[in-house]
Nanobody, 126 residues
Framework: QVQLVESGGDSVQAGRSLRLSCAAS????????MAWFRQAPGKEREGVAA????????YYAGSVKGRFTISQDNAKNTLYLQMNSLKPEDTAMYYC???????????????????WGQGTQVTVSS
């Protein structure tokens, strides 16, 4: 059973940076599609970024491309999301998710991911 635990959320002013972490354990397969999603109050959960752990190919939503960077540290079994130039519209609960490799082709769709973390709150004030 894969377990995902997010951390790093905080309240910051616009323009600042944050780094989210997702500590993973209990891997069953050698490769996964791992992703960050976010959900703001009253809005649907949306894909932010994803990484295919085998090739380290990365994928981003247009709204964060150039500002956010997804990465992995295999030695620490940890997924990261470096968020720069934060905007008030980035305010949301951020979730880490893991699923089978084929999800990298439809990574922004939240269905299909087998495992989810509990979320970490990011609040950006103007």
């Amino acid at each position: 059973q894969v377990q995902l635990v997010e951390s790093g959320g905080d309240s910051v002013q616009a323009g600042r940076s944050l780094r989210l972490s997702c500590a993973a354990s209990g891997y069953t397969y050698s490769s996964y599609c791992m992703a960050w999603f976010r959900q703001a109050p009253g809005k649907e959960r949306e894909g932010v970024a994803a990484i295919y752990t085998s090739s380290r190919s990365t994928y981003y939503a247009g709204s964060v491309k150039g500002r956010f960077t997804i990465s992995q540290d295999n030695a620490k079994n940890t997924l990261y999301l470096q968020m720069n130039s934060l905007k008030p519209e980035d305010t949301a609960m951020y979730y880490c998710a893991a699923g089978p490799p084929h999800l990298r082709w439809t990574w922004a769709t939240h269905s299909g991911y087998n495992y989810w973390g509990q979320g970490t709150q990011v609040t950006v004030s103007s």
